[in-house]
């Protein structure tokens, strides 16, 4: 069984710029959630996707967006970065929205690099 | 008062020893942890959950829930070298249905 994939896998953008990532879930899972995580500050929840619609975003602001398509695969878009911005991107896929979390895997992630 | 707090470490112990890592959280109503290992410049991995107050044993590893006091461990036997990564404790909010990530504690085991 494929894991999660994430694409790309490393990003240098400037300040203002606009960038987008995308996760393809497990074969099956319908939930795919976002995390950011920068240096020292740990896993942040950034969004959560299930069934094309999102379900609940963390405390970031509207910049960050994204979607999830048909195939349950999902894009995060981040516009006019800051530098504070730079952080490893994690997407993650769960079975569905009532299963168990255990069933929560995380991909590779993406690293930004806002210069 | 962050919802997840874990000892920031590092913490470094010998190999063959026990390592404790600890994990505090604020929501009282929280029902679900978790134990993620990350290894550097790679995605989390689960090695373990717990639910209910006590301890679960998996193989190396035990984590430990006390709800009263808010409290979660993890504790991993005869450490090995292959255990050093940094340690998340992760704590889903029922409310919310999200799951909080502690900061993480990085552990390093000495040979």
């Known amino acids: 069984e494929a894991g999660v994939t994430q694409s790309p896998t490393h990003l240098i953008k400037t300040r203002g710029q606009q960038v987008t990532l995308r996760c393809s879930p497990i074969?099956?899972?319908?939930?795919v959630y976002w995390y950011q995580q920068a240096l020292g500050l740990g896993l942040q929840f950034l969004l959560w996707?299930?069934?094309?619609?999102?379900?609940n975003r963390g405390n970031f602001p509207p910049r960050f967006s994204g979607r999830q398509f048909p195939n349950y695969s999902s894009e995060l878009n981040v516009n006019a970065l800051e530098l504070e911005d730079s952080a490893l991107y994690l997407c993650?896929?769960?079975?569905?929205?009532?299963?168990?979390?255990?069933?929560?895997?995380f991909g590779p992630g993406t690293r930004l690099l806002v210069l | 008062q962050k919802e997840v707090e874990q000892n920031s470490g590092p913490l470094s112990v010998p190999e063959g020893a026990i390592a404790s890592l600890n994990c505090t959280y604020s929501?009282?109503?929280?029902?679900?942890f978790f134990w993620y290992r990350q290894y550097s410049g790679k995605s989390p991995e689960l090695i373990m959950s717990?639910?209910?107050?006590g301890d679960k044993e998996d193989g190396r590893f035990t984590a430990q829930l006390n709800k009263a006091s808010q409290y979660v461990s993890l504790l991993i036997r005869d450490s090995q070298p292959s255990d050093s990564a940094t340690y998340l404790c992760?704590?889903?909010?029922?409310?919310?249905?999200?799951?909080?990530f502690g900061p993480g504690t990085s552990l390093s085991v000495i040979p």
């Open positions: 929501d009282r109503g929280s029902q679900s």
């Open positions: 992760a704590v889903l909010k029922t409310s919310y249905d999200k799951v909080i």
């Open positions: 717990i639910y209910s107050n």
């Open positions: 996707y299930d069934e094309g619609e999102e379900r």
């Open positions: 993650a896929s769960r079975r569905t929205s009532l299963g168990d979390w255990e069933t929560q895997y």
């Open positions: 074969s099956g899972h319908t939930s």
